[in-house]
């Protein structure tokens, strides 16, 4: 694939982005990183980071030499992320 039509492709997910589907397919099939699809807990975390987030992150993606890459899933509880947050 030449580097319009990625780019085009890109542009199209984010453009129609509504939840993780389009997440999966973007860093899973376009710049083919392994799937990982595994959800990582919270537990430990101080309770002001933990309560921003909906639920659980998910580690999407790896990639690299020794999968020292991660995309990580994070699904915040309100709209907006306050910097005090």
Do not use: C
């Not at 860093?27 to 959800?39: G, H, I, K, M």
């Not at 933990?50 to 020292?68: C, F, I, R, T, Y």
């Amino acid at each position: 694939m030449n580097p319009v039509e990625l780019q085009s492709q890109v542009l199209s997910l984010l453009e129609n982005f509504s939840g993780v589907g389009p997440m999966k397919k973007l860093f899973w099939t376009l710049p083919n990183y392994d799937q990982v699809n595994e959800p990582t807990s919270r537990r430990g975390w101080p309770d002001a980071a933990s309560s921003v987030l909906q639920e659980d992150p998910l580690v999407l993606a790896s990639g690299g030499d020794k999968n020292d890459f991660h995309v990580i899933y994070r699904r915040l509880a309100k709209d907006r992320l306050l910097l005090a947050d």
